[in-house]
């Protein structure tokens, strides 16, 4: 296993959620999605391995508190939101393609990480959920 350098605290890292709603066409109906949401690492705890102390803005706009492995850099937290975009890509395709026995979905699945699969440069605003709540 590669040695992973811990972030500097302060640092901005980028992981995926998933997030539960309804809308006003399915107000009974629970829509599922994955967002990528920006985070602050907030520091470090020590035990058997090490953990990364995160403080995100959830999907639903509030404060969020995770713990990494320092271990996933990389594999669920990234640096970059584009990294992030392609693990909510892949576990999109991945919950398509399990429920696909049954039929296409009435409400396919929101995709509010696609805009920065295109984006190039890192200036990433936060991730806000729009129209749905």
Request: aromatic share 12%.
């Amino acid at each position: 296993m590669a040695k992973v350098d811990k972030p500097e605290i302060g640092a901005e890292m980028y992981a995926v959620f998933e997030h539960l709603y309804s809308n006003n066409s399915a107000p009974a109906r629970s829509l599922k999605e994955y967002c990528v949401c920006k985070g602050t690492v907030r520091g470090f705890y020590t035990g058997s391995y090490t953990d990364v102390c995160m403080l995100f803005r959830g999907p639903e706009g509030c404060p969020l508190l995770s713990y990494y492995k320092l271990e996933d850099i990389g594999k669920k937290l990234f640096y970059k939101a584009a990294d992030a975009a392609e693990l909510a890509k892949s576990m999109t395709e991945k919950y398509e393609r399990i429920w696909s026995w049954i039929g296409a979905p009435e409400f396919p699945m929101a995709r509010p990480w696609e805009d920065l699969l295109e984006r190039k440069d890192d200036s990433t605003p936060d991730m806000e959920i729009e129209g749905r709540g």
